[in-house]
């Protein structure tokens, strides 16, 4: 959403720091603000100040996935994403060990026939990570996502890099259209209660590099969405897990939607449009109908990895199917990442996450 992994600070016990969190994941993550900063609807983003970190909030993240296809015409796809969540509200203690700003690293790339993740952790303050935006660069050991024209926006053209024992990537990124506000410009609303996160994404990506796979380096190309979100609160105490997409029509509209599944309630949907010149339209709790068709056997858990859409306001009605159903994230928090193939009443390719499925 991507309301990407709040589970995500399981990486404070790989560090030896205490956990705010519930360790199953999802429950009980940031349900109060505890100090940190809110979201404001009256605020909307602001750039390219907001490409940047936001200490005051307690996460957020920096989140790109890419379709792509080889030489041969096989499906492959990318995730590359950096988190910093904050211990504690910033009191102007965020250089050195007294930092308490925590940041991770995932990196994932899926063939047809495999899936390959890797995870970096490191504390804030120290060099090892971070974000900066003049010039842009995001960063964790030596993975990075860094700006590489001056344009007016740094984030239309991109250089995106990550290694691991078996894969890596480099890959360039071109804006084609604009940065688009999810929710009510940019205030994005995940819960009956009001919980809400910063929310925005650059969905127009052309791509060009190369993978680094096991059988050696292949030239790819295709589309990529890059995520942005921050929050403080994004989950009311009774929801434990997401599904969210995100679509490129072949038609050149996009969609993102998610559900947030809820133990005590209905799942809690929104969705954005957004029309092929960027203009984003956004649709509220119910209007966006996502249904499970089938579920595969995952690490020990079933995951749903077929789905059918809809969103009726928009003549919706299509299929998503996983590229590779075993797409599973092996890291601190588990979770499933991976492209995704669309037929019906839109065809394209896109993109499913999906968290709070661990095998018991």
């Known amino acids: 959403m991507n309301a990407k992994l709040p589970a995500l600070l399981g990486l404070l016990a790989g560090l030896g ?37 936001h200490p005051d909030f ?10 792509l296809t080889g030489t041969d015409g096989t499906d492959y796809g990318v995730q590359w994403t950096l988190f910093r969540s904050a211990l504690a509200p910033s009191i102007g ?14 990196a994932g790339l899926t063939t047809p026939d495999t899936h390959h993740s ?21 960063w964790i050991d030596d993975w990075q996502m860094r700006a590489t024209e001056g344009e007016d926006d740094p984030l239309d053209h991109l250089s995106l890099s990550a290694t691991a024992d078996d894969f890596g990537f480099d890959l360039d990124l071109t804006a084609s259209g604009p940065t688009v506000l999810q929710g009510q ?17 650059q969905p127009f990506y ?27 609160q994004p989950l009311s105490d009774t929801q434990d897990g997401w599904d969210w997409i995100s679509l490129h029509f072949e038609t050149g509209e996009k969609l993102m939607g998610f559900r947030l599944r809820d133990r005590a309630d209905d799942p809690f949907t929104s969705a954005t449009w957004i029309a092929p010149d960027g203009t984003p339209t956004p649709y509220g709790d119910g209007s966006l109908v996502i249904t499970p068709v089938t579920h595969t056997d995952v690490n020990g858990a079933s995951i749903p990895t077929d789905w059918m859409i809809a969103l009726p306001d928009r003549g919706l009605s299509a299929r998503i199917t996983a590229v590779n159903p075993q797409s599973w994230m092996d890291t601190s928090f588990p979770y499933w990442e991976g492209p995704v193939r669309i037929t ?3 065809t394209g390719r896109g993109y499913l996450e999906m968290t709070g499925y661990d095998a018991p």
């Open 344 to 346: 019906g009443s839109h």
């Open 17 to 53: 720091l205490p956990l705010p969190l519930h360790a199953q994941g999802f429950a009980g993550l940031g349900t109060q603000a505890d100090g940190f900063a809110i979201p404001d609807p009256s605020r909307p983003p602001s750039f390219p100040a907001d490409h940047g970190p």
């Open 58 to 67: 307690r996460i957020e993240w920096w989140y790109v996935t890419a379709n």
């Open 118 to 138: 890797a995870e970096r952790l490191a504390r804030g303050g120290v060099g090892q990570a971070g974000v900066t935006t003049a010039p842009f660069l995001a």
């Open 93 to 106: 203690t965020d250089t050195g060990w007294q930092t308490p700003q925590i940041w991770m690293g995932h």
């Open 185 to 201: 410009q940019g205030y994005s609303v995940k819960s009956p209660a009001g919980q809400a996160s910063y929310y925005y994404s």
């Open 206 to 232: 052309r791509v060009t590099g190369t993978l680094d796979l096991p059988t050696g380096p292949e030239p790819v190309s295709g589309l990529a969405w890059l995520d942005r979100e921050w929050s403080s």
